[in-house]
């Protein structure tokens, strides 16, 4: 956290905590007094703005360059490692029964290699990768990692893996190299194409920073898979991604496709431009209210598909989180925020974050806690909002159970304290860039 990020909690805490006034008056004083003396700071201290600052005023820069080297440790991290690393290089994402490790995924590995990629920690990027390699894939380049990781839930030690057929010759329940019983184990062999998408890219990158050609060949043999298991063409809405790796199901998950990503993949595969176009076209039908809902669900004549429980919820905040870290100047950049403007705007106007939103009568339930104020750290400008935005995101103690909003939290304040940054191209801007 740097050092004008701390002055602007201390402002949120005096005005928020110490002082009980009421939510007319915190609005009042967000969009009136408060962002004068903001902009005072700024002045006082313009070599030191966020990177987020530049994201929001417009001024995000467009060419790589060397990010300054941290000055400070990063807490928020250091603690995930204490709470979520296991030994063995799988990263915890549930909380396990009778005091053991609980699950883990392929989608959290994926995200604690990025974090060891711009830590450039090396060592522990290639034992997160390995336990992907030698038990999620199970050693087979012909495979996507597993979806899910761990114990069986009690009454459960004995059911077939989730996306087992009896065509791969094993035994009900028992994945080739894993334990059966009551061990940890494969639990669901479906691919996850927002972790597969994650991977390559943390490959890609970790060989280009590392300069590791062993990675390159890894994030090639995922982005091959992708394309076989994990696209659905449909004649209408083009060549999509499938979530969960179903070719049948024309359904899309606005979380699963950061635009970064995408971007990366493309400028290393033309096969992916195909495939972002099409996918982020038909998640922009998705956005006709302002918001992403969870899942977005086609008919055969590529229409979305609006009912009464299409929601933006939990899982719709990692897509509008992507969308806040990405560069101005990637292609898809412009037409993802302009969709998302009116969700945007209502997300400037309350001091709390939208929890719930109910498209279909555009009902809203609620307010979000430490996992919305991250989502939606960067759509607003620098300013009261913001830093009371972080004081909730970045000072909670995520708890076992809080996975998501810690994940969220990390991309957040990481972006925000300018250890990481994107490039037009999707590639990452770190203080170790040679």
């Known amino acids: 956290m740097t050092r004008e990020h701390q002055t602007r909690l201390s402002l949120s805490r005096v005005l928020f905590s110490g002082l009980k006034i009421g939510r007319a008056l915190l609005l009042g004083l967000w969009l009136g007094t408060i962002p004068a003396i903001s902009q005072a700071a700024d002045e006082t201290a313009p070599d030191i703005r966020s990177a987020a600052a530049l994201y929001y005023t417009g001024a995000q820069s467009k060419e790589a360059a060397p990010l300054p080297v941290p000055w400070a440790p990063w807490e928020l991290y250091e603690n995930f490692k204490q709470q979520r690393l296991n030994p063995s290089g799988r990263v915890i994402s549930t909380l396990g029964r009778e005091g053991r490790d609980g ?206 429980a299409t929601c933006f919820y939990t899982d719709s905040l990692r897509a509008y989180l992507w969308v806040s870290l990405t560069n101005q100047a990637d292609p898809n950049y412009r037409l993802v925020k302009d969709a998302l403007k009116r969700s945007v705007f209502f997300i400037s106007l309350q001091r709390d974050p939208i929890n719930k939103v109910f498209l279909y009568d555009d009902t809203r339930v609620g307010f979000g806690g430490p996992a919305h104020a991250s989502a939606y750290l960067h759509f607003l400008p620098p300013g009261l909002g913001r830093d009371y935005l972080r004081l909730s995101a970045f000072e909670h103690r995520y708890g076992d159970e809080e996975y998501l909003g810690q994940i969220l939290a990390l991309f957040a304040q990481g972006f925000d304290e300018r250890r990481f940054a994107l490039a037009p191209d999707g590639t990452l801007q770190v203080y170790f860039t040679k």
């Open 103 to 308: 699950s883990s995924s392929a989608e959290a590995q994926a995200y604690g290699m990025f974090f060891a990629l711009i830590n450039n920690d090396q060592e522990l990027f290639a034992r997160l990768w390995q336990f992907v390699k030698g038990t999620l894939t199970e050693d087979s380049v012909e495979r996507l990692p597993a979806a899910l990781y761990g114990y069986p839930k009690k009454g459960t030690e004995n059911k077939p893996v989730s996306g087992t057929g009896p065509s791969q010759g094993q035994a009900p329940g028992q994945s080739s190299g894993q334990s059966s019983g009551s061990g940890p184990r494969i639990l669901d062999r479906h691919g996850d194409a927002h972790a597969a998408l994650f991977l390559a890219y943390d490959l890609l990158e970790a060989a280009r920073l590392w300069q590791d050609n062993e990675y390159a060949q890894s994030a090639h043999q995922i982005m091959t898979l992708i394309k076989s298991q994990c696209t659905l063409r449909d004649p209408v809405l083009g060549t999509l991604l499938t979530p969960d790796c179903q070719h049948d199901s024309r359904v899309l998950r606005p979380a699963a496709y950061p635009l970064f990503v995408l971007e990366r993949l493309s400028r290393e595969d033309t096969d992916f431009k195909d495939i972002a176009h099409d996918t982020v076209h038909s998640l922009l039908k998705a956005a006709g209210s302002g918001f992403w809902p969870e899942y977005a669900r086609y008919n055969a004549e590529g229409d979305f598909l609006l009912g009464p």
